[in-house]
């Protein structure tokens, strides 16, 4: 199946984890791939040559989505360079976990600038193009953490709390203009960002999922393709919980 032929899609954090099976997804399905990076550039290469290789078109792409004026350069040379976008997967993330009488200002403000102003900023951009071609699809990840909340995330919760509700809002203001705006919330998948838990907590987490297995970085890609799909064209403004069910 190859229905994103001729569809721009932007992967923030691309090169690794969740990013790397979306940019690996929608390149399958026919997208050209820009796979943004911070500071993984090997990563981001990697993933570009892997969609080479299956006969696709990407490229790697630095951008601090932290970083406003670096977030429209991006967007504005991609428009250079391609004349749309139509995709945009906003899935850079960071953590800086503490219990909250621990938690610095520091560490608050680091993981609210990636997660939901880095969100923010791809979205204000990016949207400016696709209402000019009248259509668009933006899917922004979220978490289990920002919908129920988690011990030893308040900075991490409230970063994806804030980014179902910038996913509501941009929804409402973009849907008679042919541009959805969705949000997955997935529940604990298989990435770098999981590995750096205890081992002691992760099994403690797998007992809290009703399918007692963590998720893989594929099947959160697969929503993401389906969101940025024409099968989609109804769905906008919604939360999807990929979590093996723990949200329920
Ligand atoms: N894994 C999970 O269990 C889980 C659960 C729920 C939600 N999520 C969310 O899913 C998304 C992907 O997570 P993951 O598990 O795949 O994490 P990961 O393996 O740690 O990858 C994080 C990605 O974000 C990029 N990134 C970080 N800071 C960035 C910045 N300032 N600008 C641009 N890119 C940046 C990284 O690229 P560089 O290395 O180049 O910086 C990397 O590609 C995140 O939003 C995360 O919060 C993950």
């Known amino acids: 199946m190859q229905n994103m ?17 979306a940019s690996l997804s929608l390149a399958k399905q ?18 570009v040559q892997e969609i080479k290789s299956m006969g696709g078109d990407a490229i ?62 791809t979205i204000r951009y990016a949207a400016k193009y696709m209402l000019k ?13 920002g919908v129920m909340g988690n011990a030893g995330q308040a900075n991490y919760s409230a970063s994806k709390a804030g980014v179902i509700g910038l996913t509501k809002s ?32 992760k099994k403690q987490l797998v007992t809290q999922i009703p399918m007692k297995r963590m998720g893989r970085p594929e099947e959160i890609a697969a929503a993401i393709c389906f969101l940025a799909s024409d099968d989609a064209s109804y769905v906008t403004g919604q939360v999807l919980c990929v979590d093996g069910g723990m949200a329920m």
């Open 133 to 145: 071609q009248r259509g668009g699809r933006i899917i922004n990840i979220s978490s289990i953490s």
């Open 170 to 201: 941009v929804a409402r203001e973009l849907a008679g203009k042919g541009i959805t705006v969705n949000a997955i919330a997935p529940g604990f998948v298989e990435t770098a960002m999981t590995d750096k838990l205890a081992e002691e907590m």
């Open 60 to 121: 790697a792409w630095c951008c601090n989505v932290a970083d406003e004026n670096d977030c429209q350069k991006m967007i504005e040379e991609i428009i250079a360079e391609y004349g749309r976008l139509d995709i945009l997967v906003n899935n850079a993330g960071i953590t800086k976990d503490n219990l909250i009488l621990r938690m610095s200002e520091e560490a608050f403000d680091e993981v609210i600038a990636v997660n939901l102003k880095g969100t923010y900023h």
């Open 30 to 47: 026919g997208a050209k791939v820009i796979v943004n990076y911070s500071s993984s550039s090997q990563a981001a290469e990697a993933v």
């Open 5 to 21: 032929n001729g569809k721009v899609a932007l992967v923030t954090g691309g090169g690794r984890g969740i990013g790397r099976a």
